[in-house]
């Protein structure tokens, strides 16, 4: 199931978040995991809004009063009306990959110096290359896509991608060093940086984005670690500060049976002495600022080493 589009909005949150970024409208959809309503849309666009980004081709209409992002074969059917290829962000999603944040419009990659008229580029994130890359029914190969991705995504997006290629075993952890020995040139660092702390066990991309705000704060978090005291395994551990990260999905913890046992287990990690902090999806993929000072905050509290976040052995 995929646990973007189980993600409820916190109205608040995004009222925060927007108060600081003027969203556009195809923003806020892809804040939503993809698909909003208008009466959600119209808390933070004007009608205007709306109609301009369907007339664009920037949103599309889905049922009576539903608004969608362009779906995966729009991302394809716009590639090959430009004759060039699906890439970046939209080849991920082709390629069946978890990301962290749905593209607001799809990515294509086309031959340098291709005349565009404006309402294209308003339609397509267009990318430019000197020779195109080898295709693959339409989308960059698995390498390119992967290189493309890690070195233009913001870095909590990159690693939730490395995070997502590894878990579905699209790549080991030796191809994708080997891809981070061989990339040269812009957004090589934020690459290398991804790959060096990508690991299999991340549950998701709402893990991997609260792990990336966890090293941000100088915590060294590792993920499904096994605590024989408590005959547990939390999301994120940060074992020498003795802190453990909680990443609360609704879709875990909708029900009067889950309370109770979350509860429980809460309690037993809290009077065993470890600090526990839980995070909602909205907060997390929402309002990473306020994340950001609250983890910062439990690191000065129980600082007591090197804060450099690690990989997982």
Sequence with gaps: MDWLAQASLAQGTLARMTSR?????????????????RAQLLRWHTRRDLEVAIGEGVLRRSGRSGLTLPDQNEAVHQAVSLGGLVSHASAAQLHGWEIARQPDRPHVTVPKGRRLLPSTRRRVHLHFVRTMPPGLQGRTGIE???????????????????????????????????????????????????????????ANPFESVLRHLAFEAGLAVEPQVSLLELGMRPDLVDRQRRIILEADSFEWHGKRSALQRDARRYDRMVVAGWLVLRFSWEDVMLDPAWVLALLQEAARMRNKGPAEGRRPA
């Design 21 to 37: 970024h003027a969203l556009t409208v195809a923003e806020t959809v892809a804040a939503l995991g993809g698909s909003a309503s």
């Design 144 to 202: 390119t896509t992967l290189r493309d991705c890690l070195r233009a995504l913001p870095a909590d997006e990159a690693l939730a991608l490395a995070d997502s290629v590894l878990r579905q075993g699209v790549i080991g952890r030796a191809g994708l060093e080997s891809l981070a020995d061989a990339t040269r040139g812009p957004g090589t660092l934020n690459l290398r940086r991804a790959v060096r702390l990508a690991t299999p066990l991340a």
